[in-house]
């Protein structure tokens, strides 16, 4: 394993980790990615394994795969019949994989496969370590960017923490904690964003390393307007899960700041807004309770 500038030697001990790579009509890349995965972890102090799981290609993602599991001993690959989302082939690897801590990696090429080792070392004082693409080299599509902006911002907003990359699709965590929010966890690309926020909320802790990424091999998958909207809906809904009065507080001071306003508006002028007063005042006062309760409830099963 490499020495990191400044990091000084990666230790080597008892170093245990499963290595997922979800792939989905990957045949031009997905070969490339495996071997440089296996080569970067190829050392005798490290007990590894990769699991690549074809969420249902229809290309010769399958027949590289299988090429692939021949040679490479370290190598399981899994096989969905349909293409069920990318969350559902991290689900499928975590089921079967055999050790505490997994790192997932795309199959694109588009993160630094070097770096897996400084993940892996990092990983033996954190909960997770998150390969943030925050350094001036991260080639983001462009189009991609003002959603990224608005879901981070959304997403830190609702959670009150800070979160330099919510859905880097590179890093490495433990698994049990994750298993027990496995109900949890979409089938879709919104697997890394549920699961940084599921981690915030337990209080594990979190390191983010700066990385690179580069430009993809082949089609993306991602789709900007559904799957931007898909993310927003996924994050309210899974904050209502984990601390609601994040959404109803709020939501709750809003109409009843309304309210104030048009109160103080019909006292001023006259009458007026009278109707519209008491609706909007009800509607912050049920909001509030409502968040009360959903919170009181959340505790109470928790």
Known sequence: MQRSPGDGEVRREDIQVSVVVP???EQDSIRATIEAVNRVLDDPGLNYEIIAVDDGSTDGTWR???ELKARIPHLAALRH???LGYGAAIKTALSRSRFDRVLIIDADQTYPVEDIPLLVDRARDYDMVVGSRTT???RIPWIRKPAKLLLKWLAQFLSGRKIPDLNSGFRIFKKDPALKHVHVFPDGFSFTSTLTLLWL???RSIHYVPIDYFKRQGKSKIRPLRDTFNFVQLIIRTILYV???RIFVPASFFFLGISS???LIRVIFGPAFLATTIITFVCGFQLLVVGMLADLIDKRLR
Request: aromatic share 10%.
């Open 201 to 203: 909320h337990d209080g």
């Open 64 to 66: 590289e795969l299988t």
């Open 136 to 138: 001036q080299d991260a």
């Open 81 to 83: 019949e349909n293409n």
């Open 261 to 263: 306003l048009l109160f």
């Open 243 to 245: 601390n609601p009065l």
């Open 23 to 25: 792939v989905f009509n």
